[in-house]
């Protein structure tokens, strides 16, 4: 997810003395080497921008704007703050959300660690160290990521990538700029922003969550950036984001479940729907959880029909044309010149598509959609974990059994049954639960081991497991595949993992 900010300059060159206000003195300096080191550092090219920016005159307030933005995205915050801190830069609009996330930034980064892989072009800044561990498949993950941008959008990230891995949605928030009250209420975990990727480490969720997917998505947000100098509509910027989460992988069961298509076309008859070019600044900041799934759905549906239609090398064209555009406005007559239909013709197309599509979408999942019995699960739920914590497998399974009969398609409430059965013995019983991917409705990352675990496949022995740890790698029986302490898995990057999920306190 990825929150839009004006540029300052862009504010400072549209404007004149003239036509300012009489208390506001605009920018003094060498404007036209500010835009262009701007343009620069938008479009991830730091080194060009350092060039531009080498030498300025100190009493450049432009440049010295500048420069505090590309510091920012090289990572070095303090330094942003320094230069920001200067006298003529204080408390100016240009300077206000700079100046904000430069000292969110420099206060959440004090005692991380970075570790480099220079060879590969990937920093990985982490808050807490014992997220080391994921760091290889994050590195992993980054390069195929930018290898698939690179084919299917025709945009190179420059190395290094950087990435930043942070505590909480405190932090996140702190860094990026992004409300902390619109990321939780829309349960954002990662932002790209500022030239780098920042998101919250699987530790900081109960179960974990699609992080490697979430890193190719926000990577693709840089690469949207950088090849339209931040001229992409936010429509278009989540649409193709959400499209490229999972196309730098093999397809997985619930790639699409339950199917963009068609949650957008319940969500928008119900009225929680959104005008694609009236979302706003960011889905992050809609005021529920569940009109950010439905514009989710409505961008994914949208752009992925657009594709399909318009031809493969259509988006590849329309990111080029953005980038020679004057501003995003031009936006309608780009999409027209590389699709030969302009923006509000293909989306009465699209909505004739889904309103064509049969409703199939079961009741529990619409959006918005809650249990009739919701608190007799949780309650039923709740019990079973503490039954199980003390050791009473037989009296925690029958809470858990009731607790699956009031949800059967649930996949956590699945496996905490199967883990009852399991301490009792009862493989038997358990191995239903955790063997037809058709039977949950939801990705969960110990559903996948103990598949893995009961339902061993000898053509691939690895890919449940690799499926459990993309979801939730620091749940100790996910990261150790099923296997008690001291054993480790035999793959040297997830036996790490495996250490690592079971150092965290529980």
Not at 83 to 107: I, K, Q, W, Y
Request: hydrophobic residues 45%; aromatic residues 4%; proline residues 6%.
């Amino acid at each position: 997810m990825r929150k839009v900010l004006l540029g300052a300059l862009a504010v400072v060159t549209s404007m004149s003395v003239t036509a300012a206000s009489e208390a506001y003195v605009p920018l003094l300096g060498d404007l036209d080497r500010a835009r262009r080191a701007r343009e620069a550092t938008l479009e991830l090219d730091v080194a060009a921008a350092r060039k531009i920016l080498d030498g300025a005159d100190t009493s450049d307030t432009a440049l010295a704007l500048e420069t505090a933005r590309l510091l920012l995205y090289e990572g070095d915050c303090d330094g942003a703050v320094a230069v920001l801190s200067r006298p003529d830069l204080t408390n100016r609009p240009e300077a206000m959300d700079l100046g904000d996330v430069s000292r969110g930034c420099a206060r959440a980064t004090a005692g991380t660690v970075t570790v480099r892989d220079d060879e590969r072009g990937v920093i990985v800044r982490l808050q807490d160290d014992e997220d080391r561990a994921l760091v290889p498949l994050i590195v992993d993950v980054a390069l195929k990521a930018r290898e698939n941008l690179a084919k299917e959008l025709g945009v190179e990230l420059p190395l290094p990538m950087r990435i930043d891995l942070v505590r909480d949605q405190f932090t996140l928030a702190a860094m990026t700029g992004l409300p902390e009250e619109a990321a939780q209420t829309t349960g954002t975990v990662a932002v790209a922003k500022w030239g780098r990727v920042t998101m919250i480490s699987p530790r900081a969720t109960t179960n974990g969550y699609a992080w490697l997917d979430t890193l190719a998505h926000e990577l693709t947000h840089l690469a949207l950036t950088r090849g339209t100098r931040d001229k992409a509509p936010l429509w278009l910027q989540e649409g193709v984001a959400k499209r490229q989460e999972v196309r730098w992988r093999e397809k997985e069961p619930l790639d699409d479940f339950p199917a963009a298509d068609v949650v957008a076309r319940v969500g928008l008859d119900k009225g929680l729907g959104v005008e694609l070019d009236k979302i706003g600044p960011s889905i992050a900041m809609l005021p529920s959880a569940e009109q950010a799934q439905v514009a989710f759905a409505e961008v994914a549906s949208f752009v992925r029909y657009w594709a399909r239609e318009a031809g493969e090398e259509a988006l590849p064209q329309l990111v080029v044309r953005l980038k020679a555009a004057e501003s995003s406005k031009d936006f309608e007559q780009a999409i027209a010149d590389v699709s030969a239909a302009d923006f509000q013709t293909w989306v009465k197309r699209w909505r004739g598509h889904i309103t064509s599509l049969p409703k199939d979408l079961p009741p529990e999942l619409e959006p918005g959609a809650m249990p009739a019995n919701v608190k007799e699960i949780a309650r039923r739920i709740r019990l079973g974990e503490l039954l199980q914590g003390r050791g009473h497998a037989r009296a925690a399974s029958i809470e858990r059994a009731r607790a699956h009969a009031l949800i059967p398609h649930e996949a956590s409430v699945r496996c905490h049954l199967a883990e009852s059965l399991l301490a009792m013995g009862d493989t038997q019983n358990a191995a239903p639960l955790v063997e037809r991917i058709d039977d949950v409705y939801n990705r969960f990352g110990r559903w996948h081991s103990l598949n893995g675990l009961l339902h061993p496949d000898a053509s691939d022995l690895d890919r449940p497991f690799r499926f459990g740890i993309a979801l939730d790698p620091l749940e100790p029986a996910v990261a150790c595949e099923e296997k008690a302490a001291p054993e480790l898995p035999k793959d040297a990057i997830r036996a790490a993992i495996c250490e690592a999920a079971r150092r965290m306190p529980r």
